[in-house]
């Protein structure tokens, strides 16, 4: 008796087969978004009175866009989802900064 193909995989070979594995934009796009999240998370070091609102507010509204649009595309796209989500609370918590 022989294991199916699918159990006889590996880990890595079902990543790399995913359609939201690293062949694809659902695995980059993601992992470049990161960064904005690291700079949003930076900026909590800068003084209030030195962030832009306005950058701010826009990042936090197309983080709202393309967290809806990440649920809504198929492959469902969890990774992009998270990225966003993260950027809509650090970008809010920055906006309530600044107003307060």
Do not use: C
């Amino acid at each position: 008796m022989s294991a199916s193909p699918v159990v006889a995989q590996t880990v890595l070979q079902r990543l790399m087969s995913s359609p939201t594995g690293p062949k694809t934009i659902h695995f980059w796009a993601p992992l470049g978004k990161w960064g904005l999240v690291l700079a949003s998370l930076g900026d909590l070091q800068r003084p209030a009175e030195k962030l832009n609102i306005r950058q701010n507010t826009t990042l936090m509204l197309t983080s709202i866009l393309w967290s809806r649009w990440s649920l809504v595309i198929i492959p469902k796209n969890f990774s992009l989802f998270t990225v966003n989500a993260l950027l809509v609370m650090t970008n809010a918590f920055q906006i309530g900064r600044v107003l307060v």
